[in-house]
């Protein structure tokens, strides 16, 4: 018998994208957890990295120079912020 785990994450996304001609690319979200669980930030952190900002090429060299944070700013609210330096 396979046990089903419900998560419900609301997503708001604050910028996306390079912020200026050969600048970094930055994705600034909140994340608010909306399932009756309350989560822990390991759960919510990693449901940031690998499903609403995937960096697909970690070993890149731009990876290196890379800034990723992720903080807790409410009752069931975080802030995840990455940042990729650009590539030209």
């Not at 994705?27 to 669980?37: A, G, M, R, S, V």
């Not at 290196?64 to 030209?88: C, V, W």
Request: net charge neutral; glycine share 4%.
């Amino acid at each position: 018998m396979t046990k089903t785990k419900e998560y419900i994450f609301e997503v708001e996304t604050v910028r996306a994208g390079q912020v200026r001609k050969y600048g970094p690319t930055e994705t600034e979200l909140i994340i608010t957890n909306k399932c009756e669980i309350d989560y822990n930030e390991s759960v919510v952190k990693r449901f940031a990295e690998f499903v609403c900002a995937p960096v697909r090429f970690k070993d890149s060299p731009c990876w290196a120079d890379s800034t990723e944070t992720f903080e807790k700013i409410g009752d069931r609210k975080y802030r995840y912020f990455q940042q990729i330096p650009s590539t030209h």
